[in-house]
């Protein structure tokens, strides 16, 4: 019984995630665009450490890490793959699902995905500008 109840949170909480990303949905072809992304390109590049600490702050001001307190394997941010042009960053978050994050080495603008293993959903969500998510000091 214990194991059925669980279950039904886990597909009730998907259903509420998936459902609050439906609102978002864009009827262009054009990708999402959360906040203000620049054109103009900064004169620093993205290392991999400022991509990391982006998407880490921007984690931790977008998601509840309450959640997380008593287990923290159930959330974390870790560092994908690099490519010549964009490093990866992915967040896990308690549901089991994914963010992708691929962060610009030269504008900082970065695409958000949004990955559902047990409902085999991927989806664009957004972009944002890793900039905005850095301290003042680093920029």
């Not at 001001?61 to 159930?74: G, K, L, Q, R």
Request: glycine residues 6%.
């Amino acid at each position: 019984m214990q194991k059925l109840t669980f279950v039904f949170i886990l597909v009730f909480l998907m259903g509420a995630i998936l459902t609050a990303c439906g609102t978002k949905k864009n009827t262009t072809n054009a990708p999402f665009t959360s906040g203000d992304t620049s054109t103009e390109v900064p004169q620093n590049s993205i290392s991999i450490e400022m991509a990391y600490e982006g998407v880490y702050n921007y984690c931790h001001s977008v998601y509840d890490w309450s959640i997380a307190e008593n287990n923290p394997d159930i959330m974390y941010i870790k560092m994908g793959e690099e490519k010549e042009s964009e490093y990866q960053v992915i967040f896990r978050s308690y549901t089991g699902s994914f963010v992708y994050f691929y962060v610009d080495k030269s504008s900082g603008v970065t695409r958000l995905i949004e990955f559902v293993p047990n409902l085999d959903i991927q989806e664009e969500v957004g972009t944002i500008n890793i900039y905005d998510y850095l301290k003042s000091d680093d920029k």
